[in-house]
């Protein structure tokens, strides 16, 4: 059974990045429903406060399709009968994800034991990246004026990743609150270093970045040694071209519910031979979001993943000498399921755009810019026959 027989595409709700062909494959649910347990309560964020509300563990060994062990570096964030996502962030098979719960926690032996077989290989060695997240079960969720839920950035193991069940509603709030995994996905590149250096490309989800003007995948080239911007990071859409650095190539797959992934880094900007002024790093890109609840409700309030802006470069006037500004990062994935029909008032906004160039301008000098961003990918589906156990 596909995730869609169960749920229709809304296609009036799409904006142009949305990616609109369907042809997904089995996509796993734990044996919870659909919307979830509510074990967790009720959660309400207050005015001015910010929460994460997912915890993130990596997976150390090789575990092969099917396998219901994984050993973990952060075993006691679990708790048996509890929900977990596994997704494989980078490298071979990234992408792939699935839903499944907690069955058994070994602590002296830091495993966990799931209650349906991995249905990809998942792996943490060399350049490849997989993780398990907690999935929060609540009875409602409610965001206050100026609420945040936000997310662990990811750090090159873990993080990326806002995830949630709830049983009842979730309302977003006024315009000021937000769900937000901006800026928290693949990693901006670093800025050139004194002695005319590259910039680093972006991260994407595959390969090393390294000081280079090509894209690193979706990952934005670097800018040039020669004071150039780095490449805009990429992911439903290529990220533009920096002044020399080489945007990202496109990545994103028809649906969400067959892959899933952050948005890529933008390229660092390039350093001339001056010592002191600096060039702008690339925009960190949107991570992933993704929510289940019968209704979402708002009053403004924003559910988004955009990609983080490219940093600025800087200008020593006394020796003279522009860098390159940073890449934009690319913008992430939001995944939306509900009962309900989409507001049509604006009351929900979804924001999955890409970073904004790095650059510089003043009277007289005028840095070389980075590349913009590309778009990320949402989807919204609705609930077409009622919650169901898939397995």
Known sequence: MTLLDNYKLFTDFAPTTEISTQNTTAWRFSPDEYFGTGKDGTLVVNELDTVR???????????????KKLKVNRVNIFTAGKEVYIIQMKGSNAGESMFARVTTVDFNRSFIIISAGLTFDCSSTESNRCQVVTVPHFVSVTLKDQATISGASWNGETGGIIVFRSKNMADVGSRSSQISACGIGFRGGTYGENGNKYGFQGESYTGSASRSHAANRGGGGGGSRYSSGGG???????????????????????????????????????????????????????GIVMIFTPVIIGSGGTISSCGGKGQDAGHNFAEGGDQGGGGGGAGGSVLLITDSEIPKNGSVSIDVTGGAAGTKSNVEYRANAGGKGGYGVYKWLQNTRGPMTLY
């Open 53 to 67: 509300i997912n915890k993130f563990a990596q997976v150390l060994k090789v575990t092969k399709k099917g396998s």
């Open 232 to 286: 805009g990071g990429a992911h439903s859409s290529s990220g533009s071209d920096g002044s020399y650095g080489n945007g990202g190539v496109a990545y994103a797959t028809s649906s969400l519910t067959e892959k899933i992934f952050m948005g890529s880094g933008g390229g660092g900007g390039g350093k001339d031979s001056t010592c002191c002024a600096l060039p702008g790093a690339g925009g960190n890109g949107g």
